[in-house]
């Protein structure tokens, strides 16, 4: 692993499903970010962690859930989707104090029917 | 509620001109930061710029904070093909306030 990765690159998910979508970084960063992406709106923070067994709500949480149990993964679940979920999520992370910049995953395309 | 909004929301020139994209945002900060994404991928770090620096280069970026007019350039001098991409500011204000995005600027460079 180099880097962030995130699992998995896409997925179409019926309304209702349970969706975990996974998240793991090896550069020991202690900040870690899930944003979703949409046309005409830019990234918007859903949850963030400062460090392990720490997480905070972003800008729009509602709907999703995040853990962080160690330092390198941070999942974040979607307890039951809605189609307003449908979106590109990138997970991200930072050094100490998330004053820095942040190193992005690839994204995960998810697709709520 | 977004902080950093890009100007021009797109932005198409030929290769080997140079390209300018601006930043303007509503609260003081810490630093701002700008991103490349390019179609399909997740966004990169390009340069972070303190509020208490004006100027700040990286091989062919420039870019420059105005804090008074609460506003930031980037330039990307001898532009290539490859420059292709969106490109977002982020700022990062006082306190425990998250990181927050502009919508981007679409960057067209043809060849």
């Known amino acids: 692993i180099a880097g962030i990765t995130q699992a998995p690159t896409s997925q179409i998910l019926a309304a209702g499903r349970r969706m975990t979508l996974r998240c793991t970084q090896d550069?020991?960063?202690?900040?870690m970010y899930w944003y979703r992406q949409d046309l005409g709106l830019g990234l918007r923070l859903i949850h963030y962690s400062n460090t392990a067994g720490t997480t905070g709500k972003g800008e729009v949480p509602d709907g999703y859930s995040v853990s962080r149990a160690n330092t390198d993964d941070f999942p974040l679940t979607l307890a039951s989707a809605v189609p307003s979920q449908t979106s590109v999520y990138f997970c991200?992370?930072?050094?100490?104090?998330?004053?820095?910049?942040?190193?992005f995953g690839p994204g995960t395309r998810l697709t709520v029917l | 509620s977004q902080q950093g909004e890009e100007d021009p929301q797109a932005l198409s020139i030929q290769e080997g001109e140079n390209a300018t994209m601006n930043c303007s945002y509503k609260?003081?900060?810490?630093?701002l930061q700008w991103y490349r994404q390019n179609s399909g991928r997740g966004l990169v770090h390009l340069i972070l710029?303190?509020?208490?620096?004006r100027e700040k280069h990286s091989g062919r970026l420039r870019v420059t904070l105005d804090t008074s007019k609460k506003s930031s350039s980037l330039l990307i001098t001898a532009s290539r093909a490859a420059d292709t991409a969106s490109y977002f500011c982020a700022t990062d204000s006082s306190g425990n306030t998250p990181l927050v995005f502009g919508k981007g600027t679409r960057l067209s460079v043809i060849a």
């Open positions: 550069m020991r960063h202690n900040a």
């Open positions: 991200a992370s930072s050094e100490t104090g998330g004053r820095g910049g942040r190193f």
């Open positions: 609260t003081s900060i810490n630093n």
């Open positions: 710029i303190r509020s208490n620096e």
